[in-house]
């Protein structure tokens, strides 16, 4: 490996991390995601953004940070903005959760919808970037003249190189990307009104650009240092976490994503209709197919927000929870039912209104029964996902905030029957940004992984409490929103 910084822009934190030649953690921080509202939703604050990076770079041991040979960036998949050549900013840098551009989508049929599938792997949805760029360059009108469209992560690593291009895991989150071709689609471009010259060239992630001399001296990094776009974050999870065919990640952070890796992508009417999401890996010629449910951790805030807990409680509730569960001492029908979509609903239906469903409180109803009732809601949206894959993975890795709530974890485990391999590591991501930037590849024995067994008496018993919730749960997914 080479020493590296690390640069992982997600939803709600920026983490940035200092890794030895030996992956060794020696240095990280975090800081909340500088955004702003505007007047069409929410952006993303440019200046604070690099000014994150630069503290943290400019708070390490000058003995350390004369050590650094890479800087890799990951981050969320369908955020963006259009950048000039001198990587300044034509448009606001959009979240990705954003919808501005949305009703470019409403026209399009249910032939031109499933060409798009066809050809980009992607369910037609304003999340993705096709729509937010059509937004974008009609809003700049002249002042996008010269201007490429980037992924936040891509636009850090211009600001830092003055080079601009398109990692292909981000590309292939776009819309625009055609997966056979792995080049950007005039024909699906078009449906948008999109010239595919606003898209910049694509390169995977072992591409680097020399850092400029100017952005080395502001945070006074060494010379010869280069920026890689390490690619998704989920994506880039999987290389730190090795993942193998055969296998399934789970990465939990604001929100909770399945990942595998496929020889080619998967274009059927099936998938389609479920709404996975095809993509193209940070390096190799390997594909994925990728499921996200958007409430993942960010339910623990949820929760301490409904409830009026604080964090140190909610987690000790939580902890309880688990060994009077693993006792065989919690009364699973006492619980309310949660449908658990408090940032919209994931796969097959991925509708971004829908909300959360809170069913079958009684008057003696408590704080640790929505708990409970919460996390075996999330354990069922998991289950009903993950079906979508049409395999049983060999084995599931898991990544992220969910590795410290012991709950989550069982419940998942004993409902599907599926052991897990938890990493005892907090920051699997940045470590395969790390090695995409070195050029090579992430191990999972490095993260300290820690198993969750099934035990078949709890699987038996939580398999009898989902068939009995069974009516109850698909007439709450119905619900019109």
């Keep these: ?23 060794r953690l020696l240095a990280s921080a975090a800081a ?5 509202p505007d007047p069409w939703g929410e952006v993303y604050d440019p200046e604070a953004l690099v000014g994150v990076v630069v503290a943290f770079v400019r708070g390490l041991d000058p003995a350390l940070r004369a050590t650094v040979q890479r800087v890799a960036i990951t981050g969320v998949g369908e955020s963006g903005g259009l950048v000039r050549p001198d990587a300044t900013l034509a448009s606001p840098l959009v979240l990705w959760h954003d919808h501005r551009g949305a009703d470019r989508l409403a026209g399009l049929g249910p032939a031109e919808r499933t060409r798009v599938y066809q050809v980009t792997g992607l369910p037609v949805n304003a999340n993705y970037g096709l729509s937010k760029i059509a937004w974008a360059v009609e809003h700049a009108g002249t002042g996008a003249d010269g201007a490429l469209w980037l992924n936040v992560a891509e636009w850090l690593a211009a600001t830092m190189s003055g080079e601009r291009w398109s990692e292909r895991s981000l590309a292939s989150r776009t819309m625009a990307l055609d997966l056979t071709t792995r080049a950007w689609s005039p024909e699906v471009c078009a449906l948008l009104g999109v010239d595919p010259a606003v898209l910049p060239p694509v390169a995977d992630a072992t591409h680097g650009a020399p850092v400029t001399a100017a952005f080395a001296a502001r945070a006074g990094l060494p010379d010869g240092v280069a920026v890689h776009v390490a690619g998704h974050d989920h994506v880039v999870g999987g290389v730190g976490a090795g993942l193998r065919p055969g296998e399934l990640l789970n990465s939990t952070g604001t929100t909770e994503g399945l990942l595998v890796l496929a020889d080619a992508p998967r274009l059927d009417a099936a998938a389609q209709r479920d709404k996975l999401a095809n993509g193209l890996a ?18 623990f805030a949820t929760l301490r927000s409904m409830l009026g807990l604080p964090a140190e409680d909610l987690s000790a509730r939580i902890a309880v929870l688990h060994d009077r569960y693993v006792a065989g ?11 658990p979509q408090f940032r919209g609903s994931p796969p097959p239906d ?23 009732g919460c996390f075996l809601g999330m354990a ?24 410290r709530n012991p709950l989550w974890l069982r419940l998942k485990a004993d409902l599907l029957g599926t ?14 940004a790390q090695a995409l930037a070195s050029g090579t590849t992430g191990g999972w024995a490095a993260n300290d992984p820690v198993d969750v067994a099934v035990d078949e008496a709890r699987h038996a018993r939580l398999s009898r ?10 007439h709450l997914r119905a619900y019109p929103w």
Aim: hydrophobic residues 45%; contains cysteine; aromatic residues 6%.
């Design 32 to 36: 909340p995601t500088p955004t702003r």
């Design 1 to 23: 490996m080479l020493p590296t910084i690390t640069v992982d822009v997600g939803t709600t934190s920026v983490k940035t991390c200092l890794f030895d030649a030996d992956a």
């Design 465 to 474: 409490w989902a068939d009995d919730v069974r009516p109850r749960w698909e």
């Design 350 to 372: 991925k509708d971004a209104a829908a909300r959360g469903i809170v069913a079958g409180l009684r008057t003696d109803a408590t704080a640790d029964d929505v708990v409970l």
């Design 282 to 299: 940070c390096a190799g010629d390997a594909s994925t197919l990728f499921a996200s449910i958007p409430t993942g951790g960010s339910a």
């Design 380 to 403: 069922l949206q998991y289950r009903d996902v993950l079906d979508l894959f049409r395999v049983r993975p060999e084995r599931v890795k898991v990544i992220g905030p969910a590795s």
């Design 419 to 432: 052991p897990l391999s938890v990493s005892g590591f907090p920051e699997v991501v940045s470590r395969g």
């Design 329 to 339: 001492e919690l009364d699973l029908d006492a619980a309310p039912l949660v449908l």
